[in-house]
Every structure is written in C-alpha cells, then in structure tokens.
C-alpha cells in the first residue's frame, strides 16, 4: 500500500523487537468471536489515475459548465489563486491545533490577523478563530446571549436564513430555550411591530440577519434599540460576507455569528465553510471556541497562544462554553488571504460591482415579473414574483445549462411563485440577459409540461 | 543552542511581523474586470446603510502576501516535516490525490442547492462514502451531517435522547468513563443530560461491578471510547453492551480511536448503537491547523427515524435525492449537508487503500504503538501494563522525581525534532505522556524518536534545567501563557 513507509522486512524486525510471531497476536486483547473474518466491502485498491477519472467522472454529473443564479447562504465569487498555492503548504495542510504555541506561530499568528481583521469589517471588538459555519455559529451566539442574561427565551426572525432557523431549533430543544418567530413586513424587513408586541423581560435576545435571506438590508439600529429598551442582546446573522464592503455592518448588535464562505471558500457543495463569531470585549469569557491571543515569551519576544482556555471543553468538561474542539481553521485560512487580497479598497470595489450587477439584474427582471421588497435597501440577491411556477421557468433554464432563481415555495408559501435571485461579480451581462430572456413566457420554446416541472423540483 | 540528535537541525528562519504592519495606502493585490453593466451611486442604492470606511483593513501587494503567509508556514511544525505523535489525534498522512480531487471543478463549484437532476455526482459521493462506512462500522445507516467529532457527539446524543422519548420513557443522564475525551461531558451537557462519571479499573478498562451498580433506568446511555484513550480494547465490551442493553440503556461508541479498528472489528458487531467517526483523523483529511473536521455518525436501524434531516435516498428512477419528510427526525444540526468537500477526500482514501490497505493501515498503527512501547518500556513508566493497540500512555513518574513534568519532556523533544505526544492526557494518568504513532510513521522515525526519548530522560537525571527551559531552538521560548489570559490582546490595534 503505498501511503505505508515498511518493508515486510521491517514488519518482521519490528515484531522480533516487540518479542511476537505474527501480526495477529497484536489483535489478541479482542475477543474472537468479534473479530471480522472477511475484506471490508469497500472498493477494490485503485491507482491514483483510477481515482482521479473517478472523481472527474462525478463532476461532470455535478453541474459542471452551468451558469448558476443561486445564492441563499452559499456564493459564488472568485477565489484569488494564492489562496490555494497557499494553504496547500503542508505546514499549514498538516497541521494540528496549535497546542504547542513554540512551533505552532505561523497558524497562532495568522489566527490572530483574522481575528483582527473579522473585528475591523463586523465592527465588533473580538471575534473567534472560526466555528463550523454560520448556521451552527448562530445557534452558538444565540446560547451565549442567554448565558449572558440568564434569560432563556428568544425571538428569531422570519427573514433568517431558513436552514439557519431549523439548526438553532434543534439545537434550542433541549437548552430550554423557548422560540418564537417574527414575521417580516411589506418591504422585506423584520415587522417592528410585530417584535415590540412579541418582546418580552424574559426575552434573552433577537435573531436577525442582514442582509437578510432575501437579500434585504435589515434598520439594525431600529431593532436595537427595541431589543436593548427590553434588557434583550441582538444577535446578527451575517450569511454574504462580502456585503461588509458596501453595507454599514451591524454595529449595534451584541454578538455577529457570521458566514464568511464568500470570502475565498469554494461552493463545495455545501461545506466546509467558516462561520465565526465576534462581540463585545465584556463578552468574551461566554464565547464559545478557540481564541489566539498575543504575549511574550521568557526574552519579551512577541508570540502567539490560544488563551482563554477555561471556556471551553477540554477544560472545563461539562461545564464549558461549548463542546466545539475542532473548528474550521484551513477554511479560516483562505478567508484571511481571500481578506488580505482583496483588502480596504478592494473589498469595497467588490462589492461594489454585485451591487451594480443585480441592480441591472433586477431592472432587468422587473420587465417579467414583480421585484418584492423593492422598497427598501438590498445587496445581492433579489426576490422575484412571476405568474408561472418559478419550477416551470427553471425547467426552461435548465436546458440552457442556467440554474435559475431558488424556488421559495418550499420556505416562503405565502410568497406564491417566488425565487431568490443571486448576482456576484461572476455574473455576467449577457448571463443575467439570458436568463431574463428564459423568465419571459412569450420567448419560452413551448409550455412546459407539469412532469418536467416536477422533475426540476427535486 | 543548537538543535538535538540527527533528525533536527540549524535552518535559517526569517522574521516576519503582523501584516497590517506592511500596510500602506494605495499597495493592492486586487484588480476586478471592468464592469458590463451600468455603474451604480451606492449612496442612493443603500442610503444609510451604505459603509464610507472599511477601518484598519490592509493594503498590500500579492508578493507581501505570498511571501507573508510563506513565512509564518516556515514556523508551524507538520506532518509533512516529521512523525506527530499527539495520542488521541491520529496526525496520518494526508494524501495529495485527496487534495486534487476536491478540487475538480464541478464538486469545488457545485451548489448545495442546484437541482438534484444535476447534482448526481455529489449524491453518488456521498452514497459511496456512506456505504463503505457502515460496513467498516458494522452499522445500519449514517449521516454525514455533522460539521466535527463533537458535532457528531451531539447528533448521536440528540438522537439518543428522540430514541428514549419514543420509548416512551425519557431518561436523565450519561455515564461517561474518567479516561474519556472532555467534548464527551461537554457535549451531553449540551443536550441537557446530566454526566455521571464511570471509574476505570486497575487494568485501565471500564469498572464492570462499578458500571453494574450505576446502571439504572435513568441512565440514557454509556458514551465509551474503544479503544479508550489509554490505547486499551475494552476485553468486556459484550458484556458492558449487555449490561446497558439489559436495562433499556444504549451503548455510544466515541470513534476517535477508529483507526485502531478498520478491517479488524466492528463496533456495530460487539454491541454499539450509535457512534461518530472523525474523517479528519482516521480517513486522512487534513487537520488543516485545527479543522475542518467532519463527523459522520453511524447507527443501527432503531435509531434510523430520529436520523437529521435531509436524508439521502435512491429514488424508484434510481436518482438519488434528498427526503427531507422525517416526521421522527431530530432535525437539521447544520445547513445544507455537512463538510462535503471532506467527504471527497475521505472517500479517495478508501479507494487508495481498498479493503487489503486499510487492514494493512490498522496492522501498522497497532504494531508501531507496540514498538514505541517496547522501545521505552523500562525508561518511562508505564502505570497500566494492559496491551496496547494504537497508542500508548506513558507517565512522568520517574523524571517528576527530578521537578521534570510531561510538559517539560514534551518541550525538550522540539529540540530534537519531533512534535511533542499529547501531555497531561488522558485524566487518570497524572503526568501523562500519550504516544500515537499512527501507521504513517516508517521504523527509520521511530527509532529516531526513541533514541530521542531515551537521550532526553538521561539528560533529566543529569541536568534537569535542560528539559525544564526547553524548547532551546525554536525562533520564540515558552510563551507567558498565564498574562495572555489575564490581560486579554485578542486583536491588533494601530498604534496610539
């Protein structure tokens, strides 16, 4: 097998050295009757070529070559090539959590730039070194507010991520930690009234995101100031992190449970992404996860560690913070270079440009069907209204190797025939053109029959 | 002073500060396409909620950050450079054919929500990869949602908790060994279970008479690492199996010590009924300097309605898809699928090894534990004699007679080279020095690192200061770890 470095001749040495016959007198601790007799069925050994087509094989199954409109909690953008040449760096690839801080500065060291940097952009004065993503990190943030005010009652909006809403769920059941919902208003926003009805002296803290699931920048100070009137924190879900480089972050929040896949992470299919959580200073001992801090060593020399460790498991057991040990931090790593890359200006002209995109988009799409929620302020994503099924209109695309809008029916059933639209500087003019052109019923080849239609939907 | 033994040596090292310290207005290692659709005012676009400034962000070029991040690498310690014997942690090598594979562009590029009709190639990962687990499980059904090892922890639990309360009879708490891992507490506290603590026995194993007598009705489950974390089979697993089955109990198996197992035994044959894997650990995919990890969890077919949604299902047309109708189901524990692009890597290592290899991979990792503890047998003390499979526990007994601690022997062996093993672990050995080699390690490193251990214990009985201010070559000495925690710097800030 070629990952293992013996020879037989070395097998035999090491087992003469241990004082054995054969291999299997290592396996004698279990009991025999336990003891599998047969090959695993699994695939036969391949060659690396073999496993190399096999996987090509499957991308080619995988959408390989469409033009995608989908956004909802994962985007597409463009991945600087030096993150990877970077971080396929076997220091950084092989190595283990950063317990022995002596030969460990490179990851303590960059863990501490994205730190640093994850404050500038959220606004916040400390954040974590990653959690698994921003649907877990949400639920995490959400359990810290209600350590931090002894209150255990949460209201979440209707606009969060609806993913985002079923992980905290589950993860609420069994804190004792009762949930309510707030519904959002005409223009896409969280309804006000509905959250000053619905707030209450037990209500830990409010869960938001913005921009929102539709893509809707959320009146953050608004809801502050209602949560905070209340003695309640404000948790803000961050899902397109490349927003922050035109959007005003959510600077009155108390705890930011971000996504930061937009920045350098590959779609992937859905993960690994890097969810991170910052907040206040004050906070800090209720975060959950790892933090880099900086000290000196015996010669005053600047370093790093991870600090702070009474929080967390390994230390505290049954009464950490949390049970997360392994966290996301490879990932972490592309959306610190992906950071540095793109930088004070960059990050600004970048978001700039989806800006531009989908409002063309969104012009353009008004043109066939109705744009909810254009009355108040968005990012890069969009919610269009049409007569048809957006199934049926998808089904069109298809062939024309486009995904289009995600269908909300299954999310949103009082929004009818709805799909969220996504635009990023990938996107281009003629695709959002072509696009359009499918929407548009009357350029439609022929009406699509309702078995096609169904078969798009799954 | 000079590194120790033939395995390290003096390598030029170049400094390297913070990168907003490179920062200067105007440096970019950007440039954006120009645009194809109209420009837009983003003041009247968003109005208030427009941002002017994007604080202390960096500005720098693409050779200051190639050359940044390609020094900071140059101070991490790797498997790439050497043997990583933290016990527990199974520091394997990653295959590069893992790496290439996830890259390929419609699994990199493929998104979680594009239709299943062109999504068949993830599917058919991730029904390949679940096959082959379940049989080197020897369970009924898995998921791979879970995001890490604890993650898994917390499904299994939640899924636990559903079981019993279908029952009919909800119960209150967990038994949980003093040898095991701290996310296992951790983790049952997080789904409301009260932890109660199982003594070990003389030889290291699970107290049976102890387990006996705690076993109750209100007992939910035994979360039970096996091996356990001083690199001990569990010899009376039937019986601990029984004894929980007998009163309506379930047995959770922590598979952090799979790599001791594949190919040899099954859990799912000698009596668990639910269990996490850690792909990161025992099929190859990169610690990546703390994560991403991926923490699938298998189980047997009576916990097969409590499974998170979504679940992947063959469909009368033979596509795959996703049903996400599971009215038992103890929900979504993560969005989207879980780490898929760790699914990929974990899979080609299977297909590397096929089922000969992987038998071939568990043989070793057995046979170089036994070999280390042969080797320092007699110069560390071993508190528990029972046999070793992947791992060994040592302890400081000796060298602490000298004011030498683990941590100390730990820091000293940096100098000759290596990555220190996993200190002050597991709980029930004070002073522990836990060793796993895995099977990545060749005879020629090994006896490297045993000379290494044998030359460092002699230096404690001669000069104990040697090992007490160790590391003595790496570019920073021990770090005051106590005023980092007291005085928190958590984030550069520009200078006043």
Known sequence: MRYLPKSPADRDAMLKAIGLRSVDELFAPIPAEYRLNRDLKVPRQMAESE???????????????????????????????????????????????PYQAEISQGTLQSIFEFQTMICELTGMEVANASMYDGSTAAAEAVMMAVRLTGRRSVIVARSLHPEYREVLATYATHQGMPLSIAGFANDGRLNVGELEKSITPETACVLIQSPNFFGTIEDVAAIAEIAHKNGALLVVSIAEAVSLGIVEPPRQADIIAMEAQSFGVPLGFGGPYCGVIASRDKFVRQMPGRLVGQTVDKQGRRGFVLTLATREQHIRREKATSNICTNQALVALMVNIFMNVYGKVGLKELAKQNLAKTAYAAGQFAKHGKILFSNAPRFNEFVVQTEEDPQAINGRLLKRQIVGGLPLKKFYPELGNAALWCCTELTTRSAIDAAVAGVAKSEAPAPSTKEEAEEVAR | MKPTGPKATLHVNQNEGLIFEKSSA???????????????????????????????????????????????????????????????????????????????????????????????????????????????????????????????????????????????????????????????????????????????????????AALEAQMNEDVAALMLTNPNTLGVFEQQIHKIADILHAKGGLLYMDGANMNALVGKVRPGDFGVDVMHLNLHKTFSTPHGGGGPGSGPVAIKKKLEPFLPTPVLVTRADGSLGFEYNRPQSVGRVRAFYGNFGMFVRALAYIQANGPDGLRQTTEDAVLNANYIRKGLEGTYDLPYTTPTMHEVVFSDKLQAKKGVRTMDIAKRLIDYGFHPYTTAFPLIVPGALMIEPTESESKEEMDLFIDAMKAIAEEVNEDPQIALNAPHSTRVSRLDETAAARKPVLRWKPPA
Not at chain 2, 124 to 131: A, C, H
């Open chain 2, 26 to 208: 105007g440096k970019a290692a950007w440039k954006l396409p120009p645009l194809d659709v109209p420009e837009v005012d983003a003041a009247k676009l968003l109005g208030a909620s427009e941002r002017k400034d994007l604080g202390n962000m960096p500005e720098v070029s693409e050779i200051e950050i190639i050359r940044h991040f390609t020094r900071l690498s140059t101070w991490n310690y790797a498997i790439d450079l050497g043997m990583y014997p933290l016990g527990s942690c199974t520091m394997k090598y990653n295959p590069r054919v893992n790496e290439a594979v996830a890259r390929v562009e419609g699994l990199a590029n493929g998104h979680p929500y594009q239709p299943e009709k062109i999504s068949q190639g993830a599917l058919q990962i991730l029904k390949t990869l679940s096959e082959c687990l379940i049989d080197i499980t020897g369970m009924d059904a898995i998921t791979l949602q879970p995001a890490a090892g604890a993650h898994g922890e917390m499904t299994g639990l939640l899924m636990v908790r559903a079981y019993h309360h279908a029952q009919g009879r909800p119960r209150k708490k967990i038994l949980i060994p003093d040898s095991a891992h701290g996310t296992n507490p951790a983790t049952a506290a997080m789904v409301d279970y009260a932890v109660e603590n199982l003594k070990s026995d003389s030889r290291g194993m699970v107290d049976i």
């Open chain 1, 51 to 97: 496993i190399v087509d096999y996987f090509r094989q499957r991308s080619r199954e995988n959408g390989e070559g469409y033009t995608s409109f989908l956004g909802a909690g994962a985007y597409a953008h463009y991945r600087p090539v030096i993150i990877d040449s970077l971080i396929s760096r076997g220091e950084f690839l092989t190595a283990y959590t």
